[in-house]
């Protein structure tokens, strides 16, 4: 069986991930967004664009996520710090699964080895699926997985 072609992927990035490579690369590693698009764009075929975004704006992030739904197009999302406390976020997220669309939740570290606030998203119980701990790999997984299933 052939799956349909993904003419576009979202790629969403929340608050302060525009630092990524700058600070604690124990945590994030040394890689930054460019780095990050790079990757991906070199991971999906050529008919497919990767359309990497981040913003430190709540408001700007949900606005995004309409636009998804508004153009039917896959999510691939870092809520960042906004995953354990933004239920605006949540909102725009279920209005993504909602219309049949995937909306995958991604992080560079796994927040369960971390702290306690961590360990809790706001996020997960709206989205397709949850990829954790694998860098940037997290972000390929579920690129991957819209591709593929
Ligand atoms: O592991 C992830 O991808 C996180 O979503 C990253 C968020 C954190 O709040 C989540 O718990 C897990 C933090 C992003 C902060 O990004 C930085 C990048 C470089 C230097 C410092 C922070």
């Known amino acids: 069986m052939t799956s349909n072609p993904v003419p576009r992927i979202l790629v969403l990035n929340g608050p302060n991930l525009g630092r990524l490579g700058s600070r604690e690369p124990e945590v994030y590693g040394s890689g930054n967004l460019e780095d990050l698009e790079a990757l991906l764009?070199?991971?999906v075929p050529e008919t497919t664009q990767i359309d990497l975004r981040?913003?430190?704006?709540?408001?700007e992030l949900i606005?995004?996520?309409?636009?998804a739904v508004d153009?039917?197009?896959p999510v691939v999302l870092n809520p960042a710090a906004f995953t354990h406390y933004s239920y605006g976020l949540r909102d725009a997220a279920a209005l993504v699964t909602k219309a049949g669309l995937p909306l995958i939740e991604v992080h560079i570290s796994n927040p369960h080895t971390?702290?306690?606030f961590r360990h809790d998203s706001v996020i997960s119980g709206v989205a397709t699926?949850?990829?954790a701990?694998?860098?940037f790999g997290s972000y390929r997984l579920a690129v991957d997985h819209i591709l593929h299933g």
């Open 41 to 43: 764009v070199a991971f």
């Open 129 to 131: 699926g949850v990829i």
């Open 133 to 135: 701990g694998f860098g």
């Open 114 to 116: 971390r702290e306690e």
């Open 71 to 73: 153009t039917a197009t």
């Open 63 to 67: 606005g995004w996520l309409h636009e």
């Open 54 to 59: 981040q913003t430190n704006e709540e408001a």
